[in-house]
T-cell receptor, first 116, second 112 residues
């Protein structure tokens, strides 16, 4: 069964360092997302990406964050200068249609980011 | 602001029990309500509900939506230890075609 894959599964970094989290969405999906879950808290929307551009972003997704689809398969989340509060599990998701068209999201296993 | 509230936050039952998990929501321009099961890491999709009163069923799990009262329930009958997980409710809408708003989840523990 097709799945969303993410790497790395766990990354430890020092505050102020740049981090890139990678995702390979399901191949025929058109919509891509990043969500995060701080330990013990809700899953929160960060950004959605469609047709090679950001379609929506949350208040969390400030100038320190960026997303890119560098080729036909990868979808990356970059955090330019990490802060302690960026420590969280980051989930990539994809869907064949947007949630507005009743698209369900398929999530990857997550990348746990620990900022020291 | 869109809001999704799940109850209870945690629940401990014995194998064979039936459980009902609740999700209430406040969101403008509601489009869909989704249930996910989160075991160790990735939320895995269970159901998507868009219409009131139509039960969705998969094995021992079932779910129904009430768009008038703005809530959904997830039922699990004859629970097994493998049902132990966090159950997440998420709602699409609020003027967004892309974002899901999640509740805090219900932690279900099924003891043998």
């Amino acid at each position: 069964e097709p799945e969303v894959t993410q790497t790395p599964s766990h990354q430890v970094t020092q505050m102020g360092q740049e981090v890139i989290l990678r995702c390979v969405p399901i191949s025929n999906h058109l919509y891509f997302y990043w969500y995060r879950q701080i330990l013990g808290q809700k899953v929160e929307f960060l950004v959605s990406f469609y047709n090679n551009e950001i379609s929506e972003k949350s208040e969390i997704f400030d100038d320190q964050f960026s997303v890119e689809r560098p080729d036909g398969s990868n979808f990356t989340l970059k955090i330019r200068s990490t802060k302690l509060e960026d420590s969280a599990m980051y989930f990539c998701a994809s869907s064949p249609v947007g949630t507005g068209d009743h698209g369900e999201l398929f999530f990857g296993e997550g990348s746990r980011l620990t900022v020291l | 602001e869109d809001k999704v509230v799940q109850s209870p936050l945690s629940l401990v039952v014995h194998e064979g029990d039936t459980v009902t998990l609740n999700c209430s929501y406040e969101v403008t321009n509601f489009r869909s309500l989704l249930w996910y099961k989160q075991e160790k890491k990735a939320p895995t999709f269970l159901f998507m509900l868009t219409s009131s009163g139509i039960e969705k069923k998969s094995g021992r799990l079932s779910s129904i939506l009430d768009k008038k009262e703005l809530f959904s329930i997830l039922n699990i009958t004859a629970t097994q230890t493998g049902d132990s997980a966090i159950y997440l409710c998420a709602v699409g809408g609020g003027g967004s075609n892309y974002k899901l708003t999640f509740g805090k989840g219900t932690l279900l523990t099924v003891n043998p």
